[in-house]
C-alpha cells in the first residue's frame, strides 16, 4: 500500500457523510424471534463525499485523486469545526482555528485555537475505552470525532468529565472514554489525540467513483465514495 497522503486543502465538500460500519455481529434471528448481537473490531469507516470543482486547480487536484485510483490512500476527515471541544475565550465564545488566525493578537497562550489531548496510560489493541488527558481544551461530549494514530474513532460514552458542554474543560482532568471503533492498534501512553482537525486513512471505494462530468467543460461537482484502507 502507498504511504497515505494529505488530502488537497483545495477539494472542499459542500456536504459529506461519514459513518463507520459494520461494528456488529448476529448470529441470525432464532425461531421465536430473538437475535443476540454483539460488537465487533471489524467496522470500517466509510464516507460520501460531494466536492465542487469550480476552479482551475480544484479541477486539476480532483483528475490526480482519480487517476492514482484505489492504489493511493488518503489522510482526509470530516469537517469537525463546529461540533470539537474548542478553548473558550473570556466571554465565553468558542476559539476555533478560524479566529484565532484572524486575531493573533488576542488569542495567545492559554486563549489560542490549539487543542492539546492525549492518552493517559498506554491502550490497546481492539480497546475499546481510552483514558484521555486534556491539556488544553474545552468540555469532551459523546459524539465527539478524534483521530488517534491516523484513524478515525467516535465518543460514546464518558465518565469522570466535568463541566458543562460547550465549557471550558478543566487542565489535566482525565476522562474516560468508550469509543468506536475498536483501536487499531496498540499506543503509549501520551499519545497525540486530535479533535480539531481529524484524519483517517482512506483511499477509493470503487474504481469507477468520482466521475467528473463538466458543465460548459468547466465545472462539475464531484461524488467521491471512500473508505477506511488498512
Not at 470530516?78 to 473558550?88: D, G, I, L, M, Q
Not at 460514546?156 to 472514554?177: F, M
Request: net charge positive; glycine share 12%; proline share 6%.
Amino acid at each position: 500500500m502507498a504511504d497515505a497522503l494529505p488530502w488537497p486543502s483545495v477539494l472542499v465538500p459542500s456536504s459529506e457523510s461519514w459513518s463507520p460500519r459494520g461494528g456488529t455481529r448476529s448470529g441470525g434471528q432464532t425461531f421465536a424471534g430473538n437475535e443476540q448481537i454483539v460488537a465487533s473490531p471489524s467496522a470500517r469507516w466509510k464516507a460520501t463525499l460531494s466536492i465542487p470543482c469550480m476552479r482551475r486547480d480544484a479541477n486539476l487536484a480532483m483528475r490526480r485523486v482519480i487517476a492514482l485510483g484505489r492504489t493511493q490512500t488518503w489522510f482526509v476527515g470530516p469537517r469537525e469545526n463546529t461540533r470539537a471541544p474548542w478553548n473558550v475565550d473570556f466571554v465565553g465564545g468558542r476559539i476555533t482555528y478560524g479566529n484565532a488566525a484572524k486575531r493573533p493578537d488576542i488569542y495567545v497562550g492559554d486563549q489560542a485555537a490549539t487543542l492539546a489531548f492525549r492518552l493517559s496510560g498506554a491502550a490497546a489493541l481492539n480497546a475499546t475505552t481510552i483514558a484521555i488527558r486534556r491539556d488544553r481544551g474545552g468540555v469532551l461530549e459523546p459524539g465527539m470525532v478524534f483521530s488517534l494514530g491516523g484513524r478515525l474513532h467516535t465518543i460514546v460514552d464518558l465518565s469522570g468529565e466535568t463541566g458543562s458542554p460547550g465549557g471550558q474543560g478543566p487542565k489535566g482532568t482525565i476522562v474516560t472514554a468508550t469509543i468506536r471503533p475498536w483501536l487499531r492498534a496498540d499506543y503509549g501512553d501520551g499519545t497525540a489525540i486530535e479533535f480539531g482537525q481529524p484524519l483517517g486513512t482512506m483511499r477509493l471505494a470503487a474504481d469507477d467513483t468520482g466521475a467528473m462530468e463538466q458543465q460548459l467543460s468547466q465545472f462539475s461537482t464531484v461524488t467521491l465514495d471512500l473508505i477506511e484502507a488498512f
